[in-house]
């Protein structure tokens, strides 16, 4: 196979050095069944928060300072039919965005890769064996190419800053796959997992998700699992864990955790975001709270259309509430049909039973964050226009996660 060499420049992200690899392209046409995927630029028409020529300068030189990291997305594309997806999934490929990654602004993806849609072997999703075989097929995709690297360290965020590269950080959204087997923990972390959640709505081993009506709170087991990943150097997710929960995992953690996916729940009464006093928690223990834009999250009660706008309203929220030194972004978005795939995997991801209110205007798309190319330039953009100071933008675009990181990672 031959490859034409990207240029670097801001087509490629400023500094990314894509050569045109497309996943899965080391197998043969016919080795597997093939979809005709979603374009991953300009599927719907890009919108970009219009600037002046300074602020765009200002703009070009921070996205190449910077250390851009999105705690949450899933970095991947949806077949142009949804009515393939189920098709799709069985077979265990999920397809990396490398072209769409390399066109955006970012250092570091924590990818969270088909989790709960992770329907191989069984329809409820979340088994071991699905979650392995998920990871594995990933890797040795990546393997394949030289745009994307493993992230198992710190180390590997600057090497991949400065060689114009993306480090990827597998993560596991909620921890039901390990059942009651403390060593599955160690397992997923020899497979490079640098993150899980303590659990994806639905309750587990280790305590209560957001979807229940009643919270337990933080398990026995669930005690001995926040240990083990205090011990083996696993960050900590609690963005789908319900709020008793996260605050004894607040207190029985070592090491701060992470809301990598969240919105502030005094703008918008929904369980899927966080109340003032989780965030406090979190934030007084050292953690980090990022922001969410999967559709129909991060509204507000002024604004009940979803996008850049209400979105970052949330971000604001939480910088006035915590300070700056505690506030990051995970978009959570992906490439394809969000909306569509929200409706079809709606019992998988617990949408109906977390979403809130339901006098929205529902969007086909989230516009200014419609995938991670998009989110990752408006997200930038947004701060210069809104004047924060270069300081404060590289604290929210990495240097917040990565201070956290070297609490936790080893």
Request: charged share 30%.
């Amino acid at each position: 196979m031959t490859y034409i060499r990207g240029v670097e420049g801001e087509k490629m992200g400023l500094n990314k050095r894509y050569d045109g690899y497309k996943a899965y392209g080391y197998l043969d046409q016919n080795d597997f069944k093939r979809f005709k995927m979603a374009k991953e630029i300009d599927r719907v028409k890009e919108y970009l928060i219009p600037l002046s020529e300074e602020q765009e300068a200002r703009v070009k030189k921070l996205a190449k300072e910077s250390i851009f990291i999105s705690l949450h997305e899933h970095p991947t594309i949806l077949p142009e039919n949804l009515e393939n997806v189920m098709e799709y999934t069985r077979i265990g490929r999920d397809h990396c965005a490398y072209e769409g990654l390399s066109q955006s602004y970012y250092d570091v993806v924590f990818d969270n890769m088909l989790d709960g849609t992770s329907t191989i072997t069984s329809a409820n999703g979340w088994k071991w064996d699905d979650i392995i075989f998920d990871l594995g097929m990933r890797l040795c995709d990546i393997a394949h190419q030289d745009l994307v690297i493993p992230c198992r360290g710190i180390k590997d965020i600057y090497y991949a800053h400065r060689e114009g590269k993306i480090a990827w950080v597998p993560s596991v959204e909620g921890a039901a796959p390990i059942e009651n087997e403390l060593d599955r923990i160690d397992i997923l972390y020899g497979f490079g997992v640098r993150m899980m959640g303590i659990t994806y709505s639905e309750s587990n081993q280790l305590g209560s998700g957001i979807k229940e009506e009643r919270d337990g709170g933080l398990t026995a087991f669930g005690k001995k699992a926040v240990r083990r990943m205090n011990q083996v150097g696993m960050a900590i997710d609690c963005s789908h864990t319900g709020y008793e929960t996260t605050l004894d995992v607040i207190e029985e953690s070592q090491h701060p955790i992470f809301l990598t996916h969240v919105g502030a729940r005094s703008l918008w009464d929904s369980k899927r975001l966080s109340p003032d006093r989780v965030i406090k928690a979190c934030a007084s223990k050292g953690g980090i709270i990022a922001i969410e834009a999967a559709p129909h999250t991060t509204l507000t009660n002024k604004i009940r259309n979803h996008s850049i706008d209400s979105f970052m309203e949330h971000f604001k929220y939480i910088v006035d509430l915590v300070g700056i030194d505690h506030v990051a972004f995970g978009p959570d978005t992906l490439y394809g049909d969000h909306v569509g795939i929200h409706h079809l995997y709606a019992k998988q991801l617990s949408t109906k039973n977390t979403q809130g209110k339901e006098d929205f205007d529902e969007v086909e798309y989230v516009k200014g964050l419609e995938n991670p190319t998009e989110a990752s330039k408006n997200i930038l953009r947004w701060l210069v226009k809104n004047s924060y100071s270069d300081q404060d933008i590289k604290k929210v675009l990495g240097e917040n996660i990565i201070r956290v990181l070297k609490k936790i990672w080893k």
